[in-house]
């Protein structure tokens, strides 16, 4: 059964550009905060400690196809779903409606890390605990 | 032969956020200055007329796959060539450098379109002036 | 009596900066937001149209003192007011707030105009009945 | 004698709205960035280490006045001078200038703090090499 989460939102007049539209560039703002949403709906963050260690989720690809153009102050649903946990990586599927209209979908795929301060982010299996948690939302 | 355009940037202060690193949703707008800057270079603007039509090009796709972060003040140069040129669309493909180092690369696919004031931009076949000049970046 | 509109938010992943804060510029778009809500509240749009002519707010002076940072994820209260309201043009007034403690203040001064497409916003008096609406937030 | 720094710049589709023109938040990042280039000018960075210490330039004030509207792909000119050196603050002072004609200006009071990982920055005495930089835009 395909469970998902709902977000929803007004489009704001600086989301717009001179063609009188949403840019292409907010969806992907627009996925993330949907993102965020659920990660708090299930008590977490996407800057979390784990056992004293500070886990984020840098992306390694996220991708738009744009079916209608939406304006200033045009409400719209963003669907979220788990297309896939793997390893370490989530892969999220974002769906985008205005009046049951679908207007745009997409995806992110992110990577558990670490933080070490100061040094790069290493990659690691997602814990147990949050793999239970984000497997609510999985298709 | 393949033959692209070049453009050279700073990451900007605005372009990162609290994990230190260009936020990943600035690409894209790194993708279309570049692709703009290649319309400028072959004596167009995204936004152009052609005998008294307006035209632009709306996106119908966009995505970005991420290598390596970059950070605040690192020099990147982006490289834009023409993966497709279709009767009404132009797929763009970008990749990203930071010292010979690729960091990220992605597509964007635009629709090329009459713009009335008022009403829902038409899809047109690429008129045929527009078509050679973006031909040169053809890969 | 100090009537005023409250409007509360996150701070979003993307309002931060690599300092770990909400980026100063942000503020702006946190008033402009604040500042539509409020024109919602009482039944209007910063795009509105009034006897067949199009309507809105261009800005003349918009200003922020910082008084402490703010992270992601902390949630602000936004409370708006109308310092003045002139022959053209109307200056609100933003508090922003952190659990109780003021973050920032600043003012917007924005100047009714009438659009006509392709040519410049013409400054116009302020509608009465647009007048009427506003005061309800008048200091 | 009023020295000042020039930084000059393209108007991006995305600095634009539905209004068709540049938004007026976009004007602070503009100021910034024009900034941050008169440091780089003079050999310094807006996070940068001076005897091991991690110094930066957080907000307290920003503001901006707006004359003239601009549009996607206008040049412009934006002029940076200081207007103060304080103890702990400087006071930059911008004007944008688009053919000759000026289209805003404003001004931007930060304060120099040492940053430590984690803690709150604090406000110090702005260190005689970076005063001795900076003399060079005095107004």
């Known amino acids: 059964m395909n469970k998902h989460f709902l ?5 704001e007049f600086r989301d717009t550009d001179m063609a009188g539209i949403v840019h292409f560039s907010v969806f992907f703002t627009y996925m993330e905060q949907a ?14 400690e784990i056992d004293g260690q500070k886990i984020s989720w840098p992306r390694v690809a996220a991708e738009c196809n744009y079916l209608r153009a939406i304006k200033f102050e045009q409400i719209i649903t963003v669907q979220v779903s788990i297309l896939r946990i793997g390893d370490k990586s989530v892969t999220y599927r974002f769906r985008f409606f205005e009046s049951e209209q679908e207007i ?10 670490y933080f ?8 690691v299996v997602i814990p147990d605990s949050v793999r239970s948690l984000l497997h609510e939302y999985l298709e």
Do not use: D, F, Q, Y
């Open 7 to 11: 977000s929803k939102r007004h489009v």
């Open 35 to 48: 993102e965020h949403e659920l990660l708090r709906s299930v008590g977490m963050s996407v800057v979390h």
């Open 104 to 113: 745009a979908n997409g995806k992110i795929t992110a990577v558990c890390c």
């Open 116 to 123: 070490v301060h100061g040094s790069r982010p290493i990659s």
